[in-house]
């Protein structure tokens, strides 16, 4: 089986055995946004032709090519939804071969939420770990929160954490006065997601950094880890955090790292997944 | 007498007979940010040089002239602080003939919070509405919202608003289904204003914006005062919004009717002022 993971800005595959075990890997700055002239085809069949060709090879591919900019639309399922409603909503390219997973909506008073490719990294973890429910957060610029039971995701909300962190870093005042860049001040950090508790949100908080900096109390490295932990921890903030089991994390080590730090301190047990999620949610798809 | 507001961006000047009406106005797009070398002197001097002929003139200058990146620094005043105080702490400039408005400073858990002219424009509101408490919001790129007793602002709170519309109208996936100068849809503004009660907070509903686009339930210019609604909204719901007694808002016609559409959508009745509350408030500290 072959595990496609084609988001906005890469493209990523694996070649898995049939015991799901990953025998390949291969990754292209190739994202939908970089498909030249769209031919999603050809870029797909110059990446994999030679993975595709044993009899009986079949492609599923999850995250942003089965959306409306993509190589075709495979339209959202609605929660609650799980492995099996994502398998029978495959969107076949060539049947029986090559298929794109849809991405999951959800609506919350009149406001829809979506995701693409994170649903496939949830039922991957889910395998893993063992689980059938959870809590689960995938930090990113769009950091997602799920949470299933029975299997099936019954719910998310989107936070845009990691966007806002660009912004406000980059293109607001406050880049005057911060190092975007700056390694992680884990303390810093921390003191930043204990204050987001005051409950006063991000259009208040955020002033903070800017005039720390102004008093001397934030140098520009400091600013940075500051400004991430009142984020990640507005976004904890806003959650029904279990007290009593553990949150399950996926995502890149850098980010995964930052999401259990502001987690432990609110007293919460992480466990985290990186990139094998998407194998083994894939591998879930087809099984 | 002169009363001159020198912000950021703009530097604006009145001349006041002895009761204090308005004789003549200028403005200049000279901004502590566009002085040439640094010579505010130079440039206060071309200015209102005319204007301060007169013996016995003297000029009260508020505003961002007072910070550290302007003509001098005056130390900002802590809270609670009323004109008397302010009087106390001009900087001048030219001993009886120019002076610089210091700013206010409040602390709230650690992390100050600070205003330079917004100040001079409540002591101005509170002349001209004969007013001596009350609750003051000064929208803008940098809302304040400042709580006055007997006279003296004993506490403020500034949200970064006008900045994050900005930044999400402009640079934000929002931009791509945005249309961030479209005129005010008054029903779609009030129905984001009423969303953000959810309180769910921005880094969550921003994403809304998205995905309402996305879905074809807003258009690109529904967008925008959907966003400004939701923003504005959130501002808002982080207040202790007085039920029995008025809100005072001072700033440009076009963001305090913003305000007022928000806050009468929550029962709360508005009176407004412009740019009549800085040469007031101006006057007030010199008499």
């Known amino acids: 089986m072959i595990a496609v993971d084609w988001g906005t800005s890469s493209l990523r595959g694996a070649r898995l055995d049939e015991a799901g075990r990953v025998l390949e890997e291969k990754s292209a700055p190739l994202g939908i946004l970089n498909v030249p002239n769209g031919d999603f085809a050809g870029v797909f069949a110059v990446q994999f032709s030679d993975w595709m060709r044993p009899a009986g090879s079949v492609c599923l591919i999850s995250g942003m090519a089965g959306s409306r900019q993509g190589w075709v639309e495979a339209p959202y399922v609605a929660c609650p939804a799980g492995p099996d409603?994502?398998?029978?909503?495959?969107?076949?390219?060539?049947?029986?071969?090559?298929a794109l997973v849809p991405g999951l909506s959800d609506?919350?008073?009149?406001?829809?939420?979506?995701?693409?490719?994170?649903?496939?990294?949830?039922?991957?973890?889910?395998?893993?770990?063992?689980?059938?429910?959870?809590?689960?957060?995938?930090?990113?610029?769009?950091?997602?929160?799920?949470?299933?039971?029975d299997g099936r995701v019954i719910g998310f909300r989107?936070?845009?954490?990691?966007?806002?962190?660009?912004?406000?870093?980059?293109?607001s005042i406050l880049a005057r006065t911060l190092e975007a860049d700056a390694p992680l001040d884990e303390a810093v950090f921390l003191r930043?997601?204990?204050?987001?508790?005051?409950?006063?949100?991000?259009?208040?908080?955020?002033?903070?950094?800017?005039t720390l900096a102004l008093f001397g109390r934030l140098s520009p490295p400091e600013s940075a880890s500051y400004l991430s932990g009142l984020l990640i921890g507005e976004e904890l903030r806003l959650?029904?955090?279990?007290?009593?089991?553990?949150?399950?994390?996926?995502?890149?080590?850098?980010?995964?790292?930052?999401?259990?730090?502001?987690?432990?301190?609110?007293?919460?047990v992480v466990r985290t997944f990186g990139a094998e999620a998407t194998w083994a949610g894939l591998r879930a798809l087809q099984a």
Chains 1, 2 share one sequence.
């Open 85 to 98: 409603e994502l398998r029978r909503r495959l969107h076949w390219i060539e049947p029986g071969r090559i």
């Open 107 to 149: 609506e919350q008073g009149d406001v829809p939420d979506v995701m693409r490719g994170e649903e496939v990294q949830i039922f991957g973890a889910m395998r893993l770990a063992g689980l059938s429910e959870g809590l689960f957060v995938l930090p990113g610029t769009h950091s997602k929160w799920a949470t299933v039971r």
């Open 158 to 171: 989107t936070f845009m954490t990691g966007e806002f962190y660009g912004l406000l870093s980059q293109h």
């Open 192 to 210: 930043g997601a204990a204050h987001a508790g005051n409950g006063e949100g991000p259009l208040h908080n955020a002033f903070g950094v800017r």
């Open 239 to 268: 959650q029904e955090l279990p007290s009593d089991r553990e949150v399950i994390a996926i995502g890149t080590p850098a980010l995964t790292a930052r999401y259990s730090l502001a987690l432990r301190q609110r007293n919460v």
